[in-house]
């Protein structure tokens, strides 16, 4: 970390520890989830990202469910399921159809 970030501007590598991911992890989290500020780079090199201490913390919260009640929690697993069964709906229906038009072939039918 550069002397002049301070330390409530972390790298990208301590927010990886922070959060238990990889550092390349760390750079695909949208700059709208984890906001960040970019050193000035070269024509050669991008600048080098930080990322404020207090915006991590929130991150590393929301992920692990902490600082959420237990019916917030409960409610977004409920509207992960959700999606997933509606996912898996939309799967078998694509099946299906793909089964029937081959029993139709098979039957010498259009």
Same mark, same amino acid.
């Given at each position: 970390? +550069?002397?002049? &970030?301070?330390?409530e501007?972390l790298?990208?590598r301590?927010?990886?520890?922070?959060?238990g991911? /990889?550092? #390349? +992890?760390?750079?695909?989290?949208? %700059?709208? *989830?984890?906001?960040y500020r970019?050193?000035p780079?070269?024509?050669? %090199?991008?600048g080098r @990202? +930080?990322y404020? @201490?207090?915006?991590v /913390?929130?991150v590393?919260?929301?992920r692990? !469910?902490? !600082?959420?009640?237990l /019916?917030?929690?409960i409610? *977004?697993?409920?509207?992960?399921?959700?999606? &997933?069964?509606?996912s &898996?709906d939309? #799967?078998? !229906?694509?099946?299906?159809?793909?089964? *029937?038009?081959?029993?139709r072939?098979?039957? !010498? *039918?259009?």
């Amino acid at each position: 970390m +550069t002397d002049d &970030a301070g330390p409530e501007w972390l790298p990208a590598r301590e927010v990886a520890k922070i959060l238990g991911v /990889e550092r #390349t +992890t760390v750079h695909r989290i949208p %700059r709208s *989830e984890l906001p960040y500020r970019e050193s000035p780079g070269s024509e050669r %090199r991008r600048g080098r @990202r +930080t990322y404020h @201490r207090d915006d991590v /913390e929130r991150v590393r919260l929301d992920r692990s !469910g902490q !600082g959420r009640s237990l /019916e917030d929690q409960i409610a *977004e697993l409920r509207r992960q399921v959700a999606a &997933a069964a509606e996912s &898996a709906d939309e #799967t078998r !229906g694509r099946v299906d159809s793909v089964e *029937e038009r081959l029993d139709r072939l098979e039957r !010498g *039918e259009p």
